[in-house]
């Protein structure tokens, strides 16, 4: 997964008369996440770059590096993240309250550990009463898989702890089998999980066998549907920038619209849902990445 993947992030001190953003760019995955910090420090009044000015960075609040820009006020660090769970604080200069400052929340995962990774994820199902089978989440074969065996089976992940995705970003791999739906949901974290066109998030998913193929429901609305898919497995993307949500498929736009929950701090479900008549399956998912603030 060798694709750009850009968040960009600027926090401003009220007394620093500099700005500093950064963003992550080329992110891919192996054993580890790797990806580029763009560093840029410029002038809040001019937004020209400040030559030779001073940065340092910390991973997960120890100091990974330090370095000077160039003529333009421009770095690159290379970072390797070592778990599943990271946090990067980017200064202008050394870390202390007057310094002008970028945040990255990251949390990343491509499901090759052989066993779900209980600090990032939890597992949900859903099992109806008057149909006999299975609902199962299983990280195995390098990627989440969910078993849905029967009518209305569910199984899926969430993300435990909520993740502030102002101009925020998540991409991941989906794969829908046959009558087994693939989801993604973005929900504010104060709000309760009841499934697709229930919600008061998003959800994006692919249905390989449904007359609709990709869907996107916003709240109870449905907001974009269309009968094919780019590919199967697929990657989907959702962008944040402000107050506008972006949906992407396969690195093509196809759906934006203005930001409606009443909160940015969400948790991210991953899942699969039998949507037919006595038929199962099982769907899955892989390389998962959202960095948001």
Avoid at 244 to 250: D, G, N, Q, S, V
């Amino acid at each position: 997964m060798n694709n750009v993947f850009r968040r960009v992030n600027r926090r401003l001190s009220i007394i620093d008369p500099i700005s500093i953003e950064t963003a992550l760019l080329n992110a891919s995955m192996n054993e580890a996440l790797k990806a580029n910090l763009d560093i840029n420090i410029t002038e809040r009044g001019t937004g020209h770059g400040v030559p030779m000015s001073p940065y340092s960075v910390y991973l997960d609040g120890i100091e990974l590096t330090s370095g000077r820009c160039d003529k333009e006020g421009h770095a690159v660090e290379p970072l390797v993240f070592p778990t599943h769970k990271n946090e990067i604080d980017t200064y202008h200069g050394r870390r202390r309250l007057i310094t002008a400052s970028s945040h990255h929340t990251v949390r990343w995962d491509n499901f090759n550990d052989n066993e779900l990774d209980k600090k990032i994820w939890d597992t949900f199902s859903g099992t109806p009463a008057y149909y006999v089978g299975q609902a199962k989440t299983t990280e195995k074969n390098k990627r989440l898989e969910f078993l849905c065996s029967n009518t209305g089976y569910l199984a899926g992940a969430y993300t435990k702890s909520p993740i502030d995705l102002s101009d925020g970003r998540i991409r991941v791999r989906l794969y829908s089998d046959g009558f087994v739906v693939c989801a993604l949901t973005i929900l504010p974290s104060t709000e309760p999980f009841y499934g697709a066109s229930y919600n008061k998030g998003y959800d994006v998913m692919i249905w390989r066998d449904g007359l609709s193929k990709f869907i996107i429901y916003s709240g109870t609305k449905t907001a974009f549907t269309k009968d094919t898919i780019r590919g199967n497995p697929e990657t989907i993307e959702v962008v944040i920038e402000g107050d506008t949500i972006k949906f992407l498929e396969e690195g093509v736009q196809v759906y934006s619209e203005k930001y409606k929950p009443a909160s940015k701090l969400c948790n991210i479900r991953l899942w699969g849902q039998s949507w037919y008549h006595f038929r199962g399956g099982t769907s899955w998912v892989d390389d998962f990445l959202v960095v948001g603030g």
